[in-house]
């Protein structure tokens, strides 16, 4: 199993015939690379988080666009989130980014968010980067 998962992954010890029969045979049996799996060998995701108030606004779009268009060449995807400028749904897409072990997080922070207690527990207890962009929130510098 260890020979088939270094010819996958193009491990320079692996002749070229076998890498290339692992690779016929993969397609034949229709095999599909467990991401989850990889992600935790590598403890990277490929995945970024962006939270925004809502993405029909022009301004809102052209950043998730830019987003996309300069972390795409990387192999990286976006999750897309909105808060619709509420606090709570803020929260709980913020849970759900760090569940998914995002490896980063872009935010421009809800206009009814006046406690960032769930932001400076992300910052203090991660070592997930977040990125924030229009609207911030002021945080002591401890929790930067």
Known sequence: MATVSRALNDHPRISVATKELVAKT???????????????????????????????????????????????????????????????IERGHLSTLMNAQVDGIFMSVSRTTTDTEHIRNILETSNTPIIFFDRKKIFPESAR
């Open 26 to 88: 993969a397609i034949e049996m229709n095999y599909k690379q467990n991401n989850l799996a990889k992600a935790l060998k590598s403890g990277e995701t490929k995945n970024v988080g962006i939270i925004v108030p809502y993405v029909n606004t022009n301004f809102f779009s052209s950043v998730i666009r830019g987003i996309e268009e300069e972390l795409s060449p990387f192999g990286y995807h976006v999750i897309i989130c909105q808060s619709h400028e509420e606090v709570n």
